[in-house]
Every structure is written in C-alpha cells, then in structure tokens.
C-alpha cells in the first residue's frame, strides 16, 4: 500500500504502508485507487470542478479500479450549504455524485466516521484482491510516486513554523514521537511546536 504523504491523519491507521509523493489518489494498492475528502472538501470541490478532473485521472489510470471515498456528516447531504458566498443543495450534491459514477465511471462511497472509513479501505482492498484471483498484475504505465519520503519527516512538516531544518532537528533529538513527552525539547524547538505535534498526531 502506498499514501500520500499529505493524507496525515489517515497515514497512522496503515503503519505498514509506504509514504510517498502520490500524483494520482490518496491510497494505491495493487492498481487499486482511493480518493479520500472531507465533507467539507467534498462540497468545496464540486463548486470548483476540481472533483471531476480528479475523477478523469482516476478513471484514465486505474479503469474500473477507483473510488471516492467521503467522510463526514452525512445528515448534511440533505441540506443546503455555502462556501465562500456561494450556494450548493442537496439535490446539486447527489447530482455530482450520480455524474462522478454515470460520466466519469467514479463511484463515491460516503462514512460517518474515521474508523468507518479505515474498514471501508480495508474491505475494498481486501475485495479487489479477491477479484483478481490471482492473476498477473497489470500496473499503469506512468508513474503514480514523485519520490519517497521519510513518513515522521512529512507528518512534521505539514504543522505550521516547522520548516525542513526544524523538523530534521525534531527527529535527530527524538527519534520517535513516542519520545515527545518524556523527553526535553532540543533549542529552537518551542513547546507550542510539541503541542502541535501532538495534536496531529491524535
């Protein structure tokens, strides 16, 4: 299994996955798929379309292989919702969810909670596998990764003031997150900084 090293909350629910700079979905696993949003980040990417350019590269590189997968509130499905002065309603939402499937060949699945969504990528993974029975696999020709990344480094650096050169500092003196309380904090490195880390890593 690889994830995208962006996908920080999720990466800690899949320890043995590699982490990576993933150009297409936010989990790929034997030519399989999985595109993760928020609710919030779902609604937000069907006003600006960005969603179904998602959808037209899920489907050109992993054909009959890709899923959205929604997490959050689904009660709010039904109500009408504004992001940034604009208006989207119930009826725009399954809208787009019936185009993503219709026209682009996307299906969207939708989880109420975290570890929803963990069982739910487990179980599709699990069932693609099954469905291949065993057959050679056949990989995209293009490449999905930029490049590998160290997976403390990247969850690091997605928490605000922690650049390269603090965060590289952060390990070098912890070694493990699990050092983080026990340990004193390196100079430089601020106990709001900790506190952030922390928190992320909930």
């Avoid at 009959?64 to 992001?83: H, M, N, P, R, W």
């Avoid at 604009?86 to 185009?99: D, L, P, Q, V």
């Avoid at 469905?131 to 160290?150: R, Y």
């Amino acid at each position: 299994m690889i994830i995208d090293y962006r996908e920080t909350t999720i990466i800690k629910y899949f320890p043995q996955a590699e982490i990576c700079n993933l150009l297409i979905g936010d989990i790929v696993e034997n030519g399989y798929c999985i595109e993760r949003k928020s609710y919030t980040d779902f609604l937000n990417s069907i006003l600006n379309n960005h969603i179904f350019n998602q959808a037209i590269n899920m489907h050109t590189n992993f054909p009959g292989k890709c899923v959205i997968i929604v997490e959050g509130d689904l009660k709010s499905l039904s109500q009408t919702a504004y992001f940034g002065g604009y208006k989207i309603t119930a009826e725009g939402i399954r809208g787009a969810i019936a185009s993503l499937y219709t026209k682009y060949h996307v299906p969207v699945l939708l989880c109420s909670t975290r570890n929803g969504f963990v069982e739910m990528v487990n179980k599709l993974l699990e069932k693609h596998k099954e469905s291949m029975n065993g057959a050679d696999l056949t990989f995209i020709e293009q490449p999905v990764c930029k490049a590998h990344a160290n997976p403390k480094l990247q969850v690091l650096l997605q928490i605000p003031k922690i650049g390269q050169g603090k965060a590289k500092k952060i390990l070098d003196h912890y070694g493990t997150f699990e050092n983080l309380k026990t340990m004193d904090r390196p100079k430089g490195v601020s106990e709001t900084d900790i506190n952030n880390i922390l928190e992320i890593l909930k």
